[in-house]
């Protein structure tokens, strides 16, 4: 389901669940929206583990927020790499014996605003949808699920891979009959894509015409999002997404209409919803701050 929250009351006076042991882990997060979101996290008294493909970054961001008095934990993490993966799950195993909230920010881009450029799909898809998803996999054992708090995950998002930006009628069909919708079939689809590009076809073949290979990824994330949050209905574990919108980070060159502060004060309240406000497989769009009451 597309949720917009402008004007929505989803988000305002949360009731406060979350403790000192409650573990948020937030990847991609040595800057821009991720590093807000963990930021936040940390203010608002969780554990929170900033992780990043670059070690160096990755650290310097946890100086800086030990210099503003917020304490986290680090962890190199590659979400495109498989063995990454499992380094980090172990990691985790072992330092805090599981995580309550995993919020997928990890993503790459290698468009301008104005351009659209398919020479990087394999990575893009590879990192952006491929990553989360072998990431959530790993750590699915991990979660401490609970029906006093339920745990949760937040996947980062965009509108850019909403089925109205499909013009296969054909896939979007296949996309929206949830009945025979399968994770194998949105493999199919990602794995159709690539091929369209490696053919030079993918024009004709109806993808999105707005950096293309970002949004088959996010759509392939918000497919799988939808079947995951299904599979775990009931189980202890919610499953949603957020489009921060048009936020000002390294990806979109600085241009933007809000700050990454702004993207993560929205995002955090939505991790943090209270266990009886919580929904599962829903996509959030972006919503005013102002409208909400302060976490």
Same mark, same amino acid.
């Given at each position: 389901m597309d949720m917009d929250l402008k004007g929505?009351?989803?988000?305002?006076?949360?009731?406060?669940?979350?403790?000192?042991?409650?573990?948020?882990?937030?990847?991609?997060?040595?800057?821009?929206?991720?590093?807000?979101l963990v930021r936040r996290l940390a203010e608002l008294g969780l554990t929170v583990v900033l992780t990043s493909r670059d070690v160096g970054k990755g650290k310097a961001a946890v100086e800086s927020l030990d210099g503003q008095g917020l304490r986290v934990a680090f962890c190199h993490?590659?979400?495109?790499?498989?063995?990454?993966?499992?380094?980090?799950?172990?990691?985790?195993?072992?330092?805090?014996?599981?995580?309550?909230?995993?919020?997928?920010n990890a993503a790459v881009s290698f468009n301008e605003i104005d351009t659209n450029s398919v020479e990087h799909a394999e990575t893009v898809i590879r990192t952006n949808f491929y990553g989360p998803k072998m990431l959530i996999e790993s750590l699915l054992p991990l979660f401490r699920r609970s029906t006093a708090t339920t745990s949760r995950i937040l996947n980062i998002s965009s509108q850019l891979?909403?089925?109205?930006?499909?013009?296969?009628?054909?896939? /979007?069909?296949?996309?929206?009959? =949830? !009945?025979?919708?399968?994770?194998?079939?949105?493999?199919?689809? %990602? #794995?159709?894509?690539?091929?369209?590009? /490696?053919?030079?076809?993918?024009? =004709? !073949?109806?993808?999105?015409?707005?950096?293309?290979?970002?949004? %088959? #990824?996010k759509l392939a994330l918000n497919a799988y999002s939808r079947l995951l949050a299904k599979q775990q209905e009931g189980r202890g574990l919610s499953v949603n997404c957020f489009c921060p919108g048009f936020t000002r980070t390294s990806m979109t060159r600085g241009r933007g209409s809000r700050s990454p502060e702004e993207a993560a004060e929205v995002g955090v309240k939505l991790a943090l919803l209270p266990p009886h406000q919580l929904p599962t497989g829903n996509f959030f769009k972006w919503c005013t701050p102002s409208l909400y009451s302060k976490l």
């Open positions: 929505s009351a989803i988000c305002r006076s949360p009731t406060r669940w979350w403790s000192k042991e409650t573990v948020a882990v937030v990847t991609g997060a040595n800057k821009g929206i991720g590093f807000a993490l590659d979400v495109a790499e498989p063995s990454s993966i499992v380094t980090f799950a172990a990691w985790l195993k072992r330092r805090f014996g599981g995580l309550d909230i995993l919020i997928n891979g909403l089925l109205n930006k499909v013009r296969n009628p054909a896939l /979007k069909e296949l996309l929206q009959d =949830e !009945e025979i919708l399968t994770v194998a079939t949105v493999e199919r689809m %990602v #794995s159709q894509f690539l091929h369209h590009v /490696k053919m030079g076809t993918w024009r =004709e !073949e109806g993808w999105p015409t707005v950096w293309t290979d970002y949004s %088959v #990824s």
